[in-house]
């Protein structure tokens, strides 16, 4: 049972004793555009649907965090009530990972290298030989250093990036 059909229920007494019986019993037919959205089948649609209802997009993309505080950051979203499936929580995750996440390239592992910056397999490859040897200071050593990296991705992330 949905939120609205229990709210009816529980008013319904208030209504019959108000006269409004008909009114309640009308918005047991919703229109369409009060109806449950469809799920979120895609990262994009499901921060969109999830995430918007409550703040802009801007908060998001002026905080990016680290893996483990996403994740915290969206339980306790969860704990203050947004609406979505497993299913929805797993793409905003998925989107965070892959967009939001700020990463260490002298450490991260090569999956979050290959996630966070949209990197192909020999390139995390190289990352990961080189910073043996040659710890990376900026992105502008890492693209010099690097061949098959993505530069505008890299430039859009660029303040995610960071070297330790």
Known sequence: MNALARAIIVRLPEAILGGGLLCMLSLLSAPPAL???????????????????????????????????????????????????????????????ENMTMIDVNHADSDTLATVLHAPPAAVA????KRQTHP?????????????????????????IFFQ
């Open 35 to 97: 109806a449950q959205q469809k799920e979120a089948t895609t990262p994009v649609a499901a921060v969109a649907k999830v995430c918007t209802g409550c703040h802009s997009l801007q908060i998001v993309t002026d905080t990016p965090k680290d893996y483990n505080a996403w994740h915290d950051t969206v339980q306790e979203m969860i704990d203050r009530g947004a609406q979505g499936t497993p299913a929805e929580f797993d793409l905003v995750m998925e989107y965070l990972f």
């Open 126 to 129: 190289s990352i990961i030989a």
């Open 136 to 160: 990376f200071k900026s992105v502008a050593d890492l693209e010099a250093s690097v061949p098959g990296l993505d530069k505008a991705a890299l430039e859009n992330k660029k303040r995610m």
